[in-house]
């Protein structure tokens, strides 16, 4: 995958494998999708791709809400650009709020777009 990024901004260029994709929709029985179709939630897979969204591997966030706007069906076999946007970082009390925006692009045509929001708990530092 190549890659670049500027701040709170990360691009890709994605390339769905058919026989990945193919074994999803087997573990899942998802039989109404065509053989090329890549099903929308296996795009969950590409967030630990993008080095944006790695800082929380070790961290504990929660995942509470997903919006996802399809336009186009995408296809294994071909490329696509994949931008990840960090939208906000938000304190509320003792949790912070991240939204992330993950949209696929094929030759500038958007096909998919998915908003997700996490939340972390924050520890309070009783030592100061």
């Known amino acids: 995958m190549q ?3 500027i701040d ?3 691009n890709k260029i994605i390339k769905f494998d058919k026989v990945q994709v193919s074994q999803y929709k087997q573990l899942f029985d998802l039989t109404y999708y065509r053989d090329e179709e890549v099903p929308p939630l296996y795009c969950a897979k590409l967030w630990g791709q993008f080095e944006l969204f790695r800082q929380f591997r070790q961290s504990t966030i929660k995942l509470v ?3 996802i706007n399809q336009v186009n069906k995408l296809e294994v076999g071909k490329d696509y650009c994949g931008q ?4 906000s970082c938000k304190t509320f009390k003792r949790y912070k709020r991240y939204e992330f925006l993950l949209e696929i692009n094929k030759n500038n045509a958007k096909c998919i777009s998915i908003k997700q ?4 708990r924050i520890e309070n530092d009783t030592n100061n």
Do not use: A, C, V
């Not at 929001?117 to 972390?120: A, D, G, P, Q, R």
């Open 65 to 67: 809400r997903t919006t």
């Open 84 to 87: 990840m946007t960090m939208l």
């Open 3 to 5: 890659y670049s990024s």
């Open 117 to 120: 929001t996490f939340i972390e």
């Open 8 to 10: 709170g901004m990360e």
